[in-house]
C-alpha cells in the first residue's frame, strides 16, 4: 500500500484522498505557481496509522456527553494521548521519511487537510499545523496532527453533523517569511469584483490570518493591474522562528519598524497577478494565503471565499 503521495501527483479529482488543501496545491503545482515542494499522508495512511485504536476510540466516544464540556475535554485527551502514544506501521514510516529525503529541506510544515468536499467554518483552525519541523521531530508531529482529529470541537461537529470527513496530512518545505498574508480576489466586505485586496505583514502569515496585528492593506485594479491604493498600519509585533530556541517566537517592533511597509509596491501587484490567475483558472472569487522569501512569493493556501462558495 502506497501512503503517501508528491504534490505534483495530485489533482482536484483526489480531494477524498488528499484533501481539498492539498488537492487544489497540487493542480496549481502542476502549472507552475510558485508552490513549496511537499507530499501528502492520504487519508487512508491516516485511517492506517490509527486502524489499531479503532474499537478503543469508539468506545470511549460512544457515551461521551456533548452538553457537558469537561467529559468531552476528557475524551479527546484520552484519545489524543493515545495515538501520540501509539507507533506508526513501520513500512508507513520508511515512506515518510523517504519523501521527506525528497525534499531536500532541513524544515518542513506539517498540516491537517480535510478530506470533506465542503470547507464550512467548522473546518477552519480545527486542526493542528506544526512549523518547523525537522526530521527528528516529523513522525511525533505527524501523530499530534492526526490525534488533533479528536480535538473536542471536532468531536462535537462530527457528531452533530453527521459529517465523518477524514483527514490527509500535508508536509511542505517549510517557507521562513520576510512578509506574509493573504489576498482576496473580490473585496471581502464590499464584494466588488474589480480590486484584489492584500493585506500583509512581517514574519509569519499567521499574525495576520489570527488577528494578531492590524495588517498592511493594498488594493490593486484588476483591469489595470496597478496598486490603486494601499494603508500601512502599525504592525507592533511579527512571527519569527528562533532558530536558537528552536520555537517561533513573537517579537516587538520598534515605532520605526512597525510604520515600515511590509510590501513594496511591485510586490503587491505580483500577488495580485497571482490571485487573479487563479481565480481565472477556478472561475470563481478566491482567498489565498501568500509568503514571501528570498525576493519569491509562494503561494501556501487558495479557498474559495466562504459566503459567496461555500463548497470550495
Known amino acids: 500500500m502506497n501512503y503517501t503521495y508528491l504534490l505534483d501527483e495530485v489533482s482536484l479529482s483526489m480531494v477524498s ?17 510558485n508552490i513549496p515542494k511537499g507530499f501528502i499522508i492520504s487519508s487512508r495512511g491516516v485511517n492506517e496509522a490509527i486502524k489499531d485504536l479503532d474499537d478503543e476510540i469508539r468506545g470511549i466516544l460512544s457515551s461521551v456527553n456533548l452538553n457537558d464540556t469537561t467529559d468531552l475535554e476528557k475524551r479527546s485527551e484520552m484519545i489524543k494521548s493515545m495515538i501520540i502514544a501509539s507507533k506508526l506501521p513501520n513500512e508507513m514510516e520508511k515512506e515518510i521519511y523517504e519523501r521527506f529525503s525528497q525534499l531536500g529541506s532541513k524544515y ?4 491537517a487537510t480535510a478530506t470533506s468536499p465542503l470547507s464550512g467554518a467548522s473546518f477552519a483552525g480545527e486542526y ?9 521531530n516529523l513522525i511525533p508531529s505527524i501523530k499530534r496532527v492526526i490525534a488533533s482529529y479528536f480535538n473536542p470541537r471536532a468531536i462535537a461537529y462530527r457528531i452533530l453533523t453527521h459529517n465523518e470527513a477524514g483527514m490527509a496530512i ?7 517569511p520576510v512578509s506574509a498574508g493573504t489576498a482576496f480576489s473580490i473585496h471581502p466586505i464590499t464584494e466588488e469584483p474589480d480590486y484584489v485586496v492584500i493585506e500583509s505583514s512581517f514574519g509569519l502569515g499567521e ?4 488577528g494578531m496585528v492590524t495588517p498592511d492593506q493594498y488594493v490593486v485594479s484588476k483591469a489595470t493591474r496597478s ?6 498600519s502599525e504592525k507592533v509585533m511579527k512571527l519569527t522562528y528562533d532558530f536558537a530556541e528552536k520555537k517561533i517566537k513573537s517579537i516587538e517592533l520598534s515605532k520605526e519598524e512597525a510604520l515600515a511597509e511590509s510590501l513594496s509596491d511591485n510586490d503587491a501587484i505580483r500577488i495580485a497577478n497571482m490571485a487573479i490567475a487563479i481565480e481565472s483558472i477556478f472561475k470563481r472569487n ?27
Open 170 to 176: 500535508l508536509v511542505q518545505t517549510m517557507i521562513n
Open 17 to 33: 484522498i488528499v484533501g481539498r488543501k492539498s488537492a487544489y496545491l497540487g493542480e496549481l503545482y502542476k502549472m507552475g505557481f
Open 207 to 210: 499574525s495576520v490570518t489570527k
Open 227 to 232: 496598486l490603486v491604493s494601499k494603508r500601512i
Open 108 to 111: 518542513v510544515a506539517v498540516r
Open 286 to 312: 478566491i482567498n489565498i494565503e501568500w509568503a514571501i522569501e528570498d525576493k519569491k512569493v509562494y503561494l501556501l493556501e487558495v479557498r474559495g471565499i466562504r459566503r459567496l462558495y461555500p463548497e470550495f
Open 128 to 136: 493542528e499545523t506544526d512549523l518547523f519541523v525537522t526530521q527528528e
